[in-house]
Nanobody
Framework: QVQLVESGGGSVQAGGSLRLSCAAS??????MGWFRQSPGKEREGVAF???????TYADSVQGRFTISKDNAENTLYLQMNSLKPEDTAMYYC???????????????WGQGTQVTVSS
C-alpha cells in the first residue's frame, strides 16, 4: 500500500521561500508530482518528475519552483522560491503507477499541506 505524507507548509511573506517534503512508503521509482488547490479554484498541476528524473513545471511556477526526489530516502521535494500571494493553496503530493507523468492518472495522494503567502 502506497502512503504519501506531506510536510513543510506554512505562512511566509511574498518573496520568501518554503520547501515541501513528501515521504513515500511502499513506492518505487515512478512518476510523482505536486498539485495545488485554493478555495473556489480547480486543482492545478504544479511540478512533475518522471521515473527517469525528467521534470516539468506549470508556467506559473517555472523558474521559481524546483521539484526533486531523493530515491534513497523515497522523499519528494518542492523548493519554492520568490513566493507570491497567488501561490497560496493547499499543496498535495501525488504518485502514479507509471514511469512517465505526461497524460497519466495519479493513483495515490497525500493529505495536503497548506501554504499561505502574504503580501
Amino acid at each position: 500500500q502506497v502512503q504519501l505524507v506531506e510536510s513543510g507548509g506554512g505562512s511566509v511573506q511574498a518573496g520568501g521561500s518554503l520547501r515541501l517534503s513528501c515521504a513515500a512508503s511502499g513506492y518505487s521509482n515512478y512518476c510523482m508530482g505536486w498539485f495545488r488547490q485554493s478555495p473556489g479554484k480547480e486543482r492545478e498541476g504544479v511540478a512533475f518528475i518522471n521515473g527517469d528524473g525528467g521534470r516539468t513545471y506549470a508556467d506559473s511556477v517555472q523558474g521559481r519552483f524546483t521539484i526533486s526526489k531523493d530515491n534513497a530516502e523515497n522523499t519528494l521535494y518542492l523548493q519554492m522560491n520568490s513566493l507570491k500571494p497567488e501561490d497560496t493553496a493547499m499543496y498535495y503530493c501525488a504518485a502514479a503507477l507509471r514511469r512517465y507523468c505526461s497524460g497519466t492518472r495519479f493513483d495515490y495522494w497525500g493529505q495536503g499541506t497548506q501554504v499561505t503567502v502574504s503580501s
